[in-house]
């Protein structure tokens, strides 16, 4: 089983987007800020990562900078997935090494298809 980290720090969005995948037979943890995010890495591994970009200590950016920077964890799977819906925006995501970006509010097929998509691949 592929297991999902989801970075939010909204709990509401947080417990969504996790119910979301486990329906889809994921398993899940979660993390808070950006922060948390990379300890979570450290100690868990997971194979994905769904990532928000505005979050207190750390932003989205910044975390995803830093895994694709480090050799152990440049080939984990980035999935951004922000309000920030503006071109550049997604522009900027994918130029930090983002493997997709998904605008909020999204339709769960949207980001259930492109996790499971990533994940195969």
Known sequence: MSTVLVVEDSLPQR??????????????????????ALEQIQSSSPDLVVLDIIMPRMNGYEVCRRLKANSKTQNLAVVMCSAKKEEFDRYWGIKQGADAYISKPFHPQELVGTVKQLLRS
Request: proline share 0%; aromatic share 4%; charged share 25%.
């Open 15 to 36: 417990e969504m987007i996790s119910e979301l995948l486990k329906g889809y037979g994921l398993s899940v943890i979660v993390a808070g800020d950006g922060v948390e």
